[in-house]
Nanobody, 124 residues
Framework: QVQLVESGGGLVQAGGSLRLSCAAS????????RGWFRQAPGKEREFVAA????????YYADSAKGRFTISRDNAQNTVYLQMNSLKPEDTAVYYC?????????????????WGQGTQVTVSS
């Protein structure tokens, strides 16, 4: 079994930055595609970013392009989401995901493992 644990969330002012981390434990999942989703109050969970097992392919939601960067360190079994120029509409619980398929599989929401989520709040 794989456990995904997010960290790095918090309260930040608009225009600020946060770096989320998601560490995997239980077994090595370096061959899994990884990604990030978010869910704002009263809204459905939505895709944010995905990265292939090698890190060579990345996908971003339109809302994240140019502001967020996904990366991974397979030696540490960890994936990161660097979020810059944050806006109040980025406020949500951010969830880490892992998929046996491709990064495109993550984009489609076909995920094998989810983290428990970390709260990001952006004040105006």
């Amino acid at each position: 079994q794989v456990q995904l644990v997010e960290s790095g969330g918090g309260l930040v002012q608009a225009g600020g930055s946060l770096r989320l981390s998601c560490a995997a434990s239980g077994r090595t999942i370096s061959s899994y595609a990884r990604g990030w989703f978010r869910q704002a109050p009263g809204k459905e969970r939505e895709f944010v970013a995905a990265i292939s097992w090698s890190g060579g392919t990345t996908y971003y939601a339109d809302s994240a392009k140019g502001r967020f960067t996904i990366s991974r360190d397979n030696a540490q079994n960890t994936v990161y989401l660097q979020m810059n120029s944050l806006k109040p509409e980025d406020t949500a619980v951010y969830y880490c995901a892992a998929s046996l398929g491709s990064a495109g599989t993550v984009v489609a929401g076909r995920v094998n493992y989810w983290g428990q989520g970390t709260q990001v709040t952006v004040s105006s």
